[in-house]
């Protein structure tokens, strides 16, 4: 049974492709664009619902290796992204953005490249951001995250400092819908 929950939360996953945010690139959902506009929705979770973000670790699109249990006691911005989705390609410079303006204040960065092949996703990293980003082809890293899942492209989490998932954008992010998002975990105690 668990198998088959697994097999059909790839699916779901895998079907649910790419979505975009109010300036990103018209969305059809037709087979041909490779993704579907997701509901565009953000859940601010109150700290007493909370849930603990899973063991996320492995290796980064340039060789190294990354853990989000190392990142405890910094909010980490954890971006779930592709190089073919073109609403990710639209957000990559406002994440590098707020990443650059905040890395100094306790916010920790980390993207997630899913479904990508490794020579694009180095490309893309390597052009647009400076921060690591884990090379998970298979999406496993999504499907771990079963409280709060990351069900389409692209999709940011901000995990509080305790390491529970405080906030999930279903929709590309712009610099002035993820700075007070991110500032708002960051003034928790």
């Known amino acids: 049974m668990r198998r088959y929950l697994l097999v059909l939360a790839v699916a779901v996953v895998a079907l ?5 945010g109010h300036d990103a690139v018209a969305q059809t959902g037709s087979i041909d664009s490779k993704y579907v506009g997701a509901d565009g929705k953000t859940i601010v979770y109150p700290v007493a619902q909370r849930k603990a973000a ?4 492995g290796s980064t699109v340039d060789g190294g290796s990354a853990d989000l249990a190392s990142l405890r006691g910094d909010v980490v911005v954890l971006n779930f992204w592709a190089a073919w989705c073109p609403p990710c390609r639209l957000e990559s ?3 590098e953005s707020v990443y650059k303006s905040t890395k100094d204040s306790g916010v920790a960065f980390l993207g997630v490249n899913s ?9 893309f990293q390597d052009a647009r951001l400076t921060y690591p980003s884990l ?13 709060v899942p990351p069900t389409a492209l ?3 989490l901000i995990i509080d400092r305790t390491g529970k998932v405080a906030v999930v954008i279903r929709n590309g992010v712009t610099v002035a819908s993820l700075t007070p998002l991110v500032n708002q975990v960051l003034a928790e105690s």
């Open 16 to 20: 649910a492709g790419c979505t975009g």
């Open 154 to 156: 692209p999709c940011t």
């Open 115 to 123: 479904h990508d092949e490794k020579d694009s996703a180095k490309a």
């Open 93 to 95: 410079t406002d994440l």
């Open 54 to 57: 899973p063991d996320v670790k």
């Open 135 to 147: 090379f998970d082809p298979t999406g496993r890293i999504a499907l771990s995250f079963s409280d």
